[in-house]
């Protein structure tokens, strides 16, 4: 459909939009308008993302004038995939109605591992062993020599890339990781440095957070984007962890030793160029006491860092660092410093201004100094041709760990554990310099782009993110989810079939009657709910032990006669293909379980939506582990800083998590499911109040403190409701679903407002 | 033919079953089977053409009668034979079988030319032993065999044709292909007897062919060791240890006792053919959940990097990593197998050495097939990435229906929709493609889209009405039953009586069976069949006639309650009939106008 949203004309590929979808468009509209920042929490299930993406590509349609590059940040690589895929659809629709002037170019960007077409580097096991595969063949240094030996091996994608120089663009289009493997195979180019070099052209952009959060990453591939940018984090209900995660880095035994051989690994590279090329070392040199500034000389250089205040961009590496075994010394005094520390007993707490002048007081380095280590550390690689970076990913750590802790003075602990206290007995020392404050790396994003939207199923409270982040939003709105039917059957359980009560509270956790009722809850569950039915415990190690539990006590056996049982564990790999085949079995009609964890990856980001989820049970508050030091540490932070209290944030954090996973089964109007929250503690008002508000507007009183058997009952009577037909539009009085002639009709005589608000 | 062109056995020939016989030879050839008896004067001696014989039965090995033989020809009679032992009727059996197939050939062939007739049914003797078994047990059964079958009214064939579903055939069930059982078996515990510290697996073949399935590296190794290094018992009993090590979770006992034995290692290590499976079927899962993709562009979680210890993530010991075998991993691999579904039947007795090498098969097999579920998954792709509700449907999503024999049950498909359509329009046509099919069911559901299905079909006031008169009757006759069995209306009539009425409720019900299910009228045989039907449902009426006939006045009335609704029945037939014989030879008389 086709309709005008005050001055822009909005081309959406569907024959029909939800109210929310339009609000939203509208809401989204003005803040592109005012250029500023904004804040949309929208329930999963309405097409947030369709709605985004028509509403964008569209305002950049209607005002060629003012061309915005959107870059769409999603959390995992399936989720870019979902995205591109929406935007394919919508590429379609719109080229279908404009012609040629609607073409665009987007594209994915992922990792080598994910987009590299060349099978030998594809080998290699993991990412980093790609990464380096890649560079082993694509590295000038390396192409120089093999211009000269012909036994040397290259990458004959990389080469077909250069030759084609600027001739090797990519044609408008909509292209996935898929399309974009699919492309380089067919041209000969390499799929990767192909969209490295044409995200500074594209339209749109959609890649992982990262890319614009982890001053690692983001130096490397979002330096080019333009001011004039809309950037969008989808499902950003998680940021805030992900801004500290980005920031955060920890140091172990292993870290140190591997640290040790990289950096006599580096010594003897020195000793071999003194000997062989002596006038390399003496130009780094020379380039460094020039300044950073002039950097862009370097070849394939590790650029710039928005993360960094900009004043490092100007200022020259300090000459203590600048030769190369100056360097190399003072980096084996900082591996030695820290080797010291982690000799504790005890577990010790420090901020990053003391730490720095204890540094400075034990090994002589000081705070410019250790500013400079990740710099100076990638200047050096550089100049000694390493190729095999992932051997180095070591000294890399202790690199950044200088920069990072030599950069900030707040925000920041750096808190030494002698072993970790669920098991005292294994002594495993670890320095974690982990970051407090989320706004630290979402700050250069906020500071350098036009717009930045964030948006996600689960915001709420919505006022709690501008502080969190430390940005004013021009637009901060929550929407409600009009049904056309009560699709959601939300339920809070409290008790067991023998009406005593369930709880993973700590102190009810290993009662074998709470799993015991939680294991009758499920065999009673997949005994009447058809399809698939998702399962989240708390935690991994919670998982483990009510499975073998329940195995044991031949539940496990009980459930398996109803459906399959599939279960999420710490290998991707595995996880991965679980998943498949638990489609695979909703999709054959033989239904299955699948058994997953609050906060893990499956909660992240897979959908659960139709047959593959028409019930989440939810056992258990996921809170956090309330006894590391360094949730103790971010809740002090916290609490000192914004004013939150610690068991606000707690119960924040938790039920937001808990709203996640129980969000991820509907997708549609037309989809429908149940979520159970079972756990005593959801009954009380101070939990349950934190939930979204489109939980808790279906989350009916009576609800609110089921037994088992009432569950079941009213489980029952909810799938024998959704089954009957019903009008897809809703109610005269209530749209749920709007044509195009109906927006007109309530556009042209005001009513739309009044819908809206 | 040639070798067993002649049989002769020594046999007793019998009149009927009872009859002590007549000693004598019995010699068969592929023409005709002659008796002679011992003593020649006794007149017994037979000479049967094998063309004049129409089946034969006899009794079964281990049942306590003596070996008998009955070779029924086709006037009805039957000649009887008792032979002195069981192999002698076996060698006799098999060659009357043979001779018969084969004389039934020929004139069959002549038959069907004219296409009168169903082709005879090859009875299988256990059709036949069923067909005896169900006729003893049941006297009414038998009752109407003799009328229909003796009277010629129904052939045999068409007797039992009507009550296939009763015998249910052994051989044709077991086809189905039994999936893996969904509880997991191969997960095998051991029993202890409580007294010594001896600890007892038992493995049955089905769970050993779920192990094999599930562990590939256990089938690798019986392929290999077993029988050139060890027997099986030696190579399930090192199976056994390693499970029941594994399963005491003492990693470093397991890591100590894999570093002595390295067969016991082959258990207890990872299983490097399910490495390599599931590294080859990652690349080829949809990419919308695809998390490995995902680690793959994780750059914040470099060793090291991230928050390492905040309770999220559990640190694992990372000793003796590679004798870790999870519960976890165990049920998703066995999830998996059952999902794949099974590849081979384990019914026969098979060693487990064929067991084994039958899976390696079927492996190999499967391979090939693989490669083309790939390309349809990617495609589907993009559909999900639709909004369900806010677009009409592009194509109604259409489920492959699960048949095993797809050619039979759409078959008798098109049968169904012809009966109906023949009785609404003649001349609908007779074979719908699929667009066509596809296209009225879309219509269909297009109008029910339309005019909603708001008003139910039926008035829910009516339908009670009507359903409570319909079954008012029923629940008033078991009310009084309940009450009071006397006063029931049968139990009322002399005992003769109500058992005539009863025998032709019965034989009603039987004749009525066979003529309605002969509609429509398609093939010349059905026509001749009708007509016999006819004439004999049209002979009752006279019959309750006499019944009522002969009753007491005060009983009459209270019969012809009883017998009206058979004769609606009757009514019912024989008006179908007539207007169906109109509407043929209305249509036959068209025909020729429309031609000239």
Redesign the interface.
């Known amino acids: 459909m086709i309709f005008k949203l005050e001055d822009v004309t909005v081309y959406f590929p569907y024959d029909n939009i939800y109210p929310e979808q339009y609000s939203y468009m509208l809401e989204l509209k003005r803040a592109l308008d005012a250029k500023g920042h904004c804040l949309l929490e929208m329930p999963t299930g309405t097409g947030k993302t369709i709605a985004l993406l028509s509403l964008i590509t569209s305002y950049v349609l209607s005002k060629p004038e003012n061309p915005v590059k959107l870059i769409y940040c999603t959390r995992t690589v399936h989720e870019m995939e979902k995205t591109l895929a929406e935007l394919k659809l919508l590429h379609n629709y719109q080229t279908r109605h404009l012609g040629p002037a609607a073409k665009i170019l987007a594209i994915g960007l992922s990792s080598r591992k994910n987009l590299c077409v060349n099978s030998r580097v594809l080998a290699a096991e993991n990412r980093d062993s790609v990464d380096a595969a890649c560079r082993k063949r694509t590295a000038s240094w390396v192409r120089a020599l093999a211009a000269e030996n012909p036994n040397i091996e290259t990458c004959e994608f990389f080469e077909n890339y250069e030759k084609a120089a600027s001739a090797a663009v990519l044609p408008p289009g909509v292209y996935t990781l898929q399309d974009l493997r699919a492309f380089g195979k067919q041209q000969g180019w390499c799929p990767y440095f192909l969209a490295r070099h044409m995200v500074q052209f594209a339209n749109v952009v959609v890649y992982s957070y990262q890319y614009l959060l982890d001053p690692k990453v983001a130096g490397i591939i979002s330096k080019e984007m333009q001011k004039e940018s809309v950037v969008v984090f989808d499902e950003a209900h998680n940021i805030d962890n992900v801004c500290i995660e980005a920031l955060s880095v920890s140091v172990r035994r292993q870290t140190l030793e591997g640290a040790t051989r990289n950096l006599s690994r580096i010594n003897q590279e020195i000793e071999r160029f003194k000997a062989t090329d002596a006038g390399r070392l003496r130009a780094e040199y020379n380039r460094l006491v020039e300044g950073l500034a002039l950097r862009g000389n370097l070849p394939n250089a590790w650029l710039s860092n928005p993360a960094l205040p900009s004043d490092i961009l100007k200022e020259a590496v300090p000459g203590n660092i600048r030769r190369a075994e100056h360097f190399l010394h003072v980096l084996r005094r900082l591996v030695q410093y820290l080797r010291g520390r982690l000799e504790t007993e005890n577990v010790e707490k420090e901020g990053p201004v003391s730490f720095v002048a204890s540094i400075t007081a034990h090994a002589g380095i000081d705070q410019k100094t250790l500013r400079f280590c990740y710099e100076r550390l990638h200047s050096l690689m550089l100049t000694l041709e390493i190729t095999d970076t992932d051997e180095f990913l070591h000294i890399q750590t202790i690199c950044d760990f200088a920069t990072l802790v030599g950069t900030y003075t707040r925000g920041f602990s750096i808190i030494i554990e002698p072993f970790d206290e669920r098991m005292p007995h294994i002594p495993d020392p670890v320095l974690q310099l982990s970051c407090h404050d989320a706004s630290l790396a979402v700050k250069p994003v906020f500071d350098r782009f036009q717009s930045v939207v964030i948006t996600s199923g689960t915001l709420s409270p919505i006022d709690l993110y501008p502080r969190l982040l430390n940005f004013h939003p021009v637009v901060s709105r929550s929407f409600k989810m009009s049904l056309t039917r009560d699709c959601i059957c939300p339920m809070v359980l409290t008790r067991g079939s023998d009406q005593l009560p369930v709880s993973t509270k700590f102190d009810m956790r290993s009662d074998p009657g709470v799993a015991r009722n939680y294991g009758k809850l499920l065999v009673e569950m997949v005994s009447i709910v058809p399809d698939g039915i998702v399962c989240f415990f708390v935690s991994y190690s919670y998982m483990d032990e009510i499975i073998a539990t329940w195995n044991d006590s031949g539940i496990l056996k009980e459930i398996m006669q109803h459906k399959l049982v599939f279960i999420e564990t710490q290998d991707v790999v595995e996880t991965t293909l679980a998943l498949d085949n638990y489609r695979k079995a909703c999709d054959c009609g033989r239904g299955a379980v699948f058994f997953s964890v609050a906060r893990g990856k499956v909660a992240e980001g897979i959908d659960f939506d139709r047959h593959y989820g028409r019930l989440v049970i939810m056992f258990g508050v996921p809170f956090q582990y309330t006894l590391s030091k360094i949730l103790l540490a971010r809740l002090e932070y916290l609490r000192d800083t914004f004013q939150i209290k610690e068991g606000d944030f707690l119960t924040f954090d938790a039920l937001r998590q808990a709203a996640q996973c129980v969000g991820r089964v509907i997708r549609s109007k037309a989809d429908y499911g149940m979520m159970i929250f079972a756990d005593k503690r959801y009954s009380r008002h101070d939990k349950r109040s934190k939930l979204p508000g489109w939980i808790l507007s279906h989350l009916r009183d009576a609800h609110l403190n089921l037994s088992t058997d009432m569950a079941l009952h009213i489980a029952r009577e909810f799938l024998r409701k959704m089954a009957q037909p019903y009008d897809k539009a809703g109610s005269i009085g209530r749209k749920t679903l709007l044509s195009q002639a109906d927006l007109e009709k309530m556009t042209n005589d005001g009513s739309i407002n009044e819908m809206l608000y | 033919m040639s070798g067993a062109a002649q049989v002769t056995k020594r046999a007793k020939y019998k009149i009927s079953v009872k009859d002590p016989g007549t000693p004598g030879a019995l010699r068969m050839n592929d023409q005709k089977l002659m008796f002679m008896p011992d003593n020649r004067n006794s007149g017994a001696k037979l000479v049967v053409e094998f063309k004049s014989i129409q089946g034969h039965k006899y009794t079964k090995e281990g049942s306590n009668k003596p070996p008998l033989i009955n070779l029924a020809n086709a006037q009805g009679g039957s000649y009887i034979f008792e032979f002195d032992s069981y192999a002698d009727l076996h060698v006799c059996r098999d060659f009357v079988s043979k001779v018969l197939e084969k004389s039934k050939e020929t004139p069959n062939a002549a038959l069907e030319k004219s296409a009168v007739k169903l082709p005879d049914e090859q009875l299988s003797e256990e059709e036949m032993q069923l067909r005896i078994k169900l006729l003893q047990e049941n006297s009414e059964l038998q009752k109407l065999h003799r009328q229909f079958v003796g009277g010629n009214i129904l052939t045999e064939a068409e007797f039992w044709a009507a009550r296939k579903l009763l015998d249910i055939d052994p051989s044709k069930k077991s086809k189905q292909r039994v999936g893996f059982k969904?509880?997991?078996i191969s997960?095998i515990r051991p029993a202890t007897d409580g007294r010594t510290n001896k600890v007892t697996f038992s493995l049955t073949p089905e769970i050993i062919l779920q192990i094999f399935a599930e562990k590939p590296a256990v089938h690798r190794a019986f392929l290999n060791f077993v029988p050139n290094k060890m027997t099986e018992m030696e190579f399930w009993t090192k199976y056994c240890r390693a499970e029941y090590l594994s399963r005491t979770k003492n990693y470093h006992a397991v890591v100590a006792e894999a570093a002595e034995d390295e067969e016991l290692a082959v258990f207890l290590k990872e299983d490097d053919i399910l490495a390599n499976e599931?590294?080859k079927?990652?690349r080829r899962?949809?990419?919308?959940?695809?998390?490995?993709?995902?680690?793959?562009?994780?750059?914040?979680?470099?060793?090291?990097?991230?928050?390492?210890?905040?309770?999220?993530k559990?640190?694992?010991?990372l000793q003796s990593e590679h004798y870790r075998r999870?519960?976890?991993?165990d049920?998703?691999r066995h999830?998996?197998v059952?999902?794949e579904g099974r590849t081979i039947d384990v019914e026969r007795e098979d060693s487990t050495r064929a067991l084994a090498e039958a899976l390696a098969r079927s492996k190999r097999g499967n391979e090939g097939a693989d490669n083309n579920a790939n390309e349809e998954r990617?495609d589907r792709?993009?559909r999900?990435?639709?909004?369900?509700?806010?677009?009409?449907p592009h194509c109604l999503p259409l489920a492959p229906l699960s048949i095993k024999d797809a050619r039979e049950y759409f078959d008798s498909q098109q049968a169904n929709t012809l009966k109906a359509s023949r009785d609404s329009q003649a001349s609908m046509k007779c074979s719908l493609s699929r667009q066509e099919a596809y296209g009225s069911v879309r219509d269909a559901i297009s109008e029910i889209k339309d005019m909603?299905?708001s008003d139910p079909i039926v008035n829910p006031e009516v339908a009670l009405k009507v359903y409570s008169g319909l079954t008012h009757n029923i629940s008033s006759i078991k009310y009084h039953l309940g009450k009071n069995p006397r006063e029931t209306v049968l139990d009322r009539l002399p005992s003769a009586t109500k058992e005539k009425l009863l025998y032709h409720w019965m034989s009603i019900q039987e004749l009525l069976k066979h003529f309605w299910s002969s509609y429509p009228i398609t093939t010349p045989y059905l026509y001749s069949k009708v007509n016999r039907l006819k004439d004999a449902l049209s002979n009752i009426y006279p019959q309750l006639e006499e019944m009522k006939e002969s009753l007491p006045a005060d009983l009459r009335h209270q019969v012809s309650l009883l017998v009206r609704p058979m004769q609606q029945a009757l009514d019912a037939a024989i008006q179908h009939y007539d207007a169906d014989l109109q509407k043929r030879s209305a249509k036959s008389g068209e025909k020729p106008n429309g031609y000239i």
């Open positions: 969904s509880a997991m997960d599931v590294r079927k990652i899962v949809d990419p919308t959940l695809d998390m490995e993709a995902d680690e793959g562009d994780d750059y914040t979680h470099l060793p090291d990097h991230g928050i390492f210890r905040d309770g999220t559990e640190s694992n010991e999870t519960l976890l991993q049920l998703n999830a998996a059952v999902l990617l792709t993009p999900v990435a639709e909004i369900e509700d806010l677009q009409a909603g299905l």
